[in-house]
């Protein structure tokens, strides 16, 4: 979010493999829907492996390797190791999980170093900060499992470009999970979107990592953080100050609710806010939404913990807390909206997720 604001080819192998695999896929995809899937075992497993040992070498190989038009839950499994390449999963391929196959999230690794302002390689100008993104997610039923996803972007080192936004993670997508994952960047880590402004997009992510330091969580999508921890970071010269959240909230409905979760960070103490309002691209008539609520705050969150953004103040908005704890956290003042326990009952995570409930499959 402005504050100012390859494919490769398929790993050779015998082709007698690879046509029964591709058959065997079709034939799954024949018989699944979306929504449909309700064990994991009937989902279709691509694996990818950096030595050889699996079918594909990357993962965007992988994903690609997947027909259009598939709804079908297909797990693209990730052996241990750093890849570093872009991966975009198109809107036309629904149900692709991405899963580490290690012991630990932080075996696996997909990462790249694109910012806003880094020029394209054909020249047609900047990728800007949604094309800034590692992993880009646009097809609905996303999964992210086990893994890290990251953005390593310099930005010490590119002090004279314009747009430093570096974007690690970016969904436009609905019924996006992100189980047990590593989001890690600087500014703009975490971009929770949507396809458009008149589409929804729900997002539930739990047992996580989000790693940042300016509007790192940000979008318009109605999304719940749950049991996670939200690292704070200081910034390229070693300064501490950001933001956290920078919802973008249509006016009908629910942004960002951070529950059940801690936000924590080697950073100096009242040095961060819980958030800004993101009115994108000037629009008045968004009305951005952030609850903090039953969630773990350090020292690093100022006692004013929201503030204005770009003209538009937080207060015309939907910013709230409930029941936080730590030392970062405060009684209810007109710099700290507090929702009363009836406001509470309504902003659980089953009125975000409406309907829906995450499984892994």
């Given at each position: 979010?402005?504050?100012?604001?390859?494919?490769?080819?398929?790993?050779?192998?015998?082709?007698?493999?690879?046509?029964?695999?591709?058959?065997?896929?079709?034939?799954?995809?024949?018989?699944?829907?979306?929504?449909?899937?309700?064990?994991?075992?009937?989902?279709?497993?691509?694996?990818?492996?950096?030595?050889?040992?699996?079918?594909?070498?990357?993962?965007?190989?992988?994903?690609?390797?997947?027909?259009?038009?598939?709804?079908a839950r297909v797990v693209v499994s990730i052996k241990?190791?750093?890849?570093?390449?872009?991966?975009?999963?198109?809107?036309?391929?629904?149900?692709?999980?991405?899963?580490?196959?290690?012991?630990?999230?932080?075996?696996?690794?997909?990462?790249?170093?694109?910012?806003?302002?880094?020029?394209?390689?054909?020249?047609?100008?900047?990728?800007?900060?949604?094309?800034?993104?590692?992993?880009?997610?646009?097809?609905?039923?996303?999964?992210?499992?086990?893994?890290?996803?990251?953005?390593?972007?310099?930005?010490?080192?590119?002090?004279?470009?314009?747009?430093?936004?570096?974007?690690?993670?970016?969904?436009?997508?609905?019924?996006?999970?992100?189980?047990?994952?590593?989001?890690?960047?600087?500014?703009?880590?975490?971009?929770?979107?949507?396809?458009?402004?008149?589409?929804?997009?729900?997002?539930?992510?739990?047992?996580?990592?989000?790693?940042?330091?300016?509007?790192?969580?940000?979008?318009?999508?109605?999304?719940?953080?749950?049991?996670?921890?939200?690292?704070?970071?200081?910034?390229?010269?070693?300064?501490?100050?950001?933001?956290?959240?920078?919802?973008?909230?249509?006016?009908?409905?629910?942004?960002?609710?951070?529950?059940?979760?801690?936000?924590?960070?080697?950073?100096?103490?009242?040095?961060?806010?819980?958030?800004?309002?993101?009115?994108?691209?000037?629009?008045?008539?968004?009305?951005?939404?952030?609850?903090?609520?039953?969630?773990?705050?350090?020292?690093?969150?100022?006692?004013?913990?929201?503030?204005?953004?770009?003209?538009?103040?937080?207060?015309d908005d939907r910013f709230a807390e409930y029941k936080?704890?730590?030392?970062?956290?405060?009684?209810?003042?007109?710099?700290?909206?507090?929702?009363?326990?009836?406001?509470?009952?309504?902003?659980?995570?089953?009125?975000?997720?409406?309907?829906?409930?995450?499984?892994?499959?």
């Amino acid at each position: 979010m402005a504050a100012n604001r390859r494919r490769t080819s398929l790993r050779p192998g015998p082709r007698r493999a690879l046509t029964a695999g591709v058959a065997a896929f079709l034939s799954v995809a024949a018989l699944q829907t979306f929504g449909t899937v309700s064990d994991a075992a009937a989902a279709t497993t691509l694996t990818v492996a950096k030595d050889g040992s699996g079918q594909y070498s990357t993962v965007q190989a992988a994903v690609d390797a997947i027909p259009a038009g598939n709804t079908a839950r297909v797990v693209v499994s990730i052996k241990p190791g750093t890849y570093r390449e872009l991966v975009k999963i198109p809107s036309t391929k629904q149900n692709v999980t991405l899963q580490g196959s290690g012991s630990s999230r932080n075996d696996t690794v997909i990462v790249y170093n694109n910012a806003s302002g880094t020029q394209k390689p054909d020249g047609s100008g900047t990728y800007g900060t949604s094309g800034s993104a590692t992993v880009a997610a646009e097809a609905n039923g996303f999964q992210a499992r086990n893994l890290t996803i990251s953005n390593d972007f310099d930005e010490g080192a590119h002090q004279n470009m314009s747009g430093l936004q570096a974007v690690a993670l970016r969904t436009a997508a609905d019924k996006v999970f992100l189980d047990s994952v590593i989001v890690t960047g600087d500014q703009d880590t975490l971009l929770l979107d949507t396809a458009s402004k008149a589409t929804l997009g729900r997002v539930h992510m739990k047992n996580s990592y989000v790693i940042g330091n300016v509007d790192f969580i940000f979008g318009r999508a109605t999304a719940v953080i749950d049991a996670s921890v939200i690292t704070l970071k200081k910034r390229w010269d070693g300064s501490s100050a950001g933001y956290i959240a920078a919802p973008s909230t249509a006016a009908d409905r629910k942004g960002f609710l951070i529950t059940r979760s801690t936000v924590n960070g080697d950073v100096s103490a009242s040095s961060f806010h819980l958030g800004r309002p993101w009115h994108a691209g000037g629009d008045a008539s968004l009305d951005p939404m952030a609850t903090f609520r039953d969630t773990t705050l350090s020292s690093a969150v100022r006692p004013a913990p929201w503030t204005d953004m770009s003209g538009f103040s937080w207060k015309d908005d939907r910013f709230a807390e409930y029941k936080n704890t730590g030392p970062g956290s405060g009684s209810a003042s007109s710099d700290r909206p507090q929702l009363s326990d009836s406001q509470a009952a309504e902003q659980e995570t089953a009125d975000w997720l409406a309907g829906w409930t995450p499984s892994a499959s």
